[in-house]
């Protein structure tokens, strides 16, 4: 059996390890556009400073994701805070933590290895900060003040009195927080990352994103906290099964960031006979539209030879309106009438830009350190959506510790006025900006570099509402698997991603390729609830 593999990002990664144990004499084919492994969770070393795109927590509520890490990296316990319960496990000569393999001395010594963190996002909001999720705690208080937090109330009170079905994002949002959270901790920072008003985008992104997080979840996590006659309990444990995923404060990094982990999986697979095309694009899928089945694909290399070559499964991975493109057929009106192409050539996305600054110092408004992994933005007055610290992600992300390396992330629209600017013009902006919201001084500044990141989140709004009816069409097509973020056009996380990946292998193992079969995947991160819901709606 011969398999093409479109991306090495996580889902391919994931499906050619997988389908390799279900079955070593299956042969591989795959096929990245770029010259990195990882896809957008690649690590970019920029003079020994490794830049994480949009920062890639490893935990997952997926026992299957978090072991299957694991098994490929071990826990190394060595850089652990030295109070940490969990080191008293190690100390005893156990051999793991919570389950998971303690890495050996050896292993410790090559670097391939898991990191235990400590997980720290605030919101910064009117030049102060707000952890988030949002804690009932002295500061939150401080910062708000009596009025704002009576309106708070009364404001959540309301949402749960006229509760209705979101039709939209910014009404899926209210019914959770209320309108007044809403506009001070979500408005500004949602409409920065699509380039949309909330009540323009689907209910379905807070269906997969926001998920079970409310205030109740919040009240309900702090009292579990607060009454715990265990000094470890469940959210101090790595797997932390009953916690809320915004709700964790721990999880598993890779030392050198979660590029080294797909390097590593990758450089595996090589040996076990896969190949890896580095600099490549699959520029033709051939449809058979009487058979349902891709034939053939035509591979264009960076030097411009090409080659035409059957397989008898594709596992795409790239973006659904690149796929559509590429798909030929004298009859592919037949599956894909102009309708449905419209579809698939219109479905909006959102790019990237991170902007890398290397500083001498970094520090709140109030001058305190920074420990956060990252920062959410809620300031309508600049562009930056928000900060990674990679400093406090890995220590070994940085080359000299004295220096703070920090990671700008903008969103924008390829070809847009931001996209636009000159890497220079980026540099200078985040300068500007880090000064005009007081966490350092432009004299801070050392070096900085920038990132640009195309088709980074598949976005929900235009002609995503009809979605459902291109992907089931594409179902159809018995031996193509669509996997990952934006191979599904989902905003998976790569464990989503993984787990979409796994289950493809499995199908095609089982011989199972049909429609029915298919919809397994797309059931994977998804609000069951909600979307019960939803469907019962639409029905009526």
Avoid at 9 to 35: C, H, Q, T, W
Avoid at 70 to 85: H, L
Avoid at 201 to 212: E, N, P, V, Y
Avoid at 442 to 447: G, P, Q, R, S
Wanted: glycine residues 6%; proline residues 3%.
């Amino acid at each position: 059996m011969k398999i093409a593999v479109i991306g090495a990002g996580p889902a391919g990664l994931a499906f050619s390890d997988r389908i390799k144990n279900l079955d070593n004499s299956v042969s591989i084919d795959i096929y990245e556009k770029s010259n990195y492994i990882g896809g957008i969770s690649k690590t970019v070393n920029y003079k020994n400073n490794r830049i994480d795109i949009g920062g890639h927590r490893f935990f997952s509520k997926s026992d299957e994701v978090m072991k299957w890490w694991a098994n490929k990296f071990p826990i190394d316990p060595s850089v652990m805070e030295k109070d940490d319960s969990t080191l008293v496990t190690y100390r005893n000569q156990s051999r793991t933590i919570d389950g998971f393999r303690v890495a050996t001395q050896e292993e410790i010594k090559r670097g391939k290895v898991l990191l235990l963190r400590n997980r720290k996002s605030r919101i910064l909001y009117q030049r102060k900060m707000y952890d988030y999720p949002l804690k009932l705690n002295k500061t939150t208080f401080k910062n708000i003040g009596l009025k704002r937090m009576t309106t708070i109330g009364f404001s959540y009170l309301l949402s749960k009195f006229n509760f209705k079905e979101p039709n939209n994002l910014e009404e899926f949002i209210i019914s959770k927080f209320g309108r007044k959270l809403y506009s001070m901790f979500f408005e500004s920072y949602t409409y920065k990352v699509w380039g949309r008003k909330p009540n323009q985008i689907s209910a379905d992104w807070g269906a997969q994103r926001i998920k079970g997080l409310s205030i109740t979840k919040v009240v309900l996590d702090i009292f579990k906290k607060l009454f715990s006659s265990q000094k470890k309990d469940s959210n101090n444990s790595i797997g932390q099964k009953n916690t809320e995923t915004s709700l964790i404060e721990r999880f598993l990094y890779p030392k050198f960031g979660p590029g080294q982990m797909w390097e590593e999986v990758a450089n595996d697979l090589e040996k076990e006979g896969v190949k890896i095309h580095k600099d490549c694009m699959v520029k033709e899928l051939f449809l058979d539209t009487s058979e349902k089945k891709i034939k053939k694909i035509t591979v264009v290399y960076s030097n411009g030879d090409h080659s035409t070559l059957d397989y008898d499964f594709v596992i795409s991975t790239m973006p659904i309106s690149e796929l559509m493109n590429s798909i030929k057929g004298e009859k592919k009106s037949s599956l894909f009438p102009s309708e449905i192409q419209d579809i698939a050539q219109n479905l909006p996305y959102r790019d990237f830009i991170t902007v890398g600054l290397l500083l001498d110092n970094l520090s709140d408004p109030d001058g305190k350190l920074l420990d956060d992994t990252w920062i959410y933005v809620q300031e309508s007055d600049v562009k930056v959506g928000r900060l990674q610290i990679f400093n406090n992600w890995s220590p070994f992300l940085v080359s000299d510790q004295t220096k703070k390396w920090v990671g700008l992330e903008f969103f924008c629209d390829e070809g847009d006025e931001l996209w636009q600017k000159t890497n220079s013009e980026l540099i200078s902006l985040a300068k500007e900006e880090m000064a005009k919201l007081k966490l350092c001084s432009e004299n801070d500044f050392v070096d900085g570099t920038v990132l640009r990141e195309k088709k980074t989140y598949p976005a929900y709004f235009d002609s995503y509402q009809n979605f459902d009816l291109l992907k089931d069409k594409f179902d159809e097509i018995n031996n193509l698997f669509l996997v990952g973020r934006n191979g599904m056009h989902k905003y998976n996380n790569q464990d989503h991603s993984m787990l979409t990946a796994f289950r493809a292998a499995e199908l095609i193992i089982d011989k199972k390729t049909d429609k029915d079969s298919k919809k397994t995947l797309w059931e994977i991160n998804a609000e069951k609830e909600y979307h019960e819901i939803k469907n019962k709606d639409n029905t009526q």
